[in-house]
């Protein structure tokens, strides 16, 4: 069993930055799949980035290109979302997600394991 622990959210004014941290116990995080998604009030949960468990392959959701960007530290068993030029749009939850040797995926039941959430607002 895995346990994710988001943390890092909060509130920002456009074109600011926040740098999301997602923190597993339980279990190494190094052969495990990532993500991050997130879920705007009566909307979708969708995906925002993802890494596959060997790190070496990633995908970013078109919306938020050239703008987030997902790592991972395993030592720490931590995976991170670096959020630039944010814009209003990009308020939402944003949901970690992880599923052991897991492959670089884009669907809500592709991964086995979920944090809680965190909050990120964007304040035009």
């Known amino acids: 069993q895995v346990r994710l622990v988001e943390s890092g959210g909060g509130l920002v004014q456009a074109g600011g930055s926040l740098r999301l941290s997602c923190t597993a116990s339980g279990r190494t995080m190094g052969v495990y799949a990532m993500a991050w998604f997130r879920q705007a009030p009566g909307k979708e949960r969708t995906v925002v980035a993802a890494?596959?468990?060997?790190?070496?392959?990633?995908s970013t959701a078109d919306s938020v290109k050239g703008r987030f960007t997902i790592s991972r530290d395993n030592a720490k068993n931590t995976v991170y979302l670096q959020m630039n030029s944010l814009k209003p749009e990009d308020t939402a939850v944003y949901f970690c997600a992880a599923k052991p040797f897991g492959r670089v995926g884009a669907e809500i039941s592709d991964y086995d394991y979920w944090g809680q959430g965190t909050q990120v607002t964007v304040s035009a």
């Open positions: 890494m596959d468990w060997s790190g070496g392959a990633t």
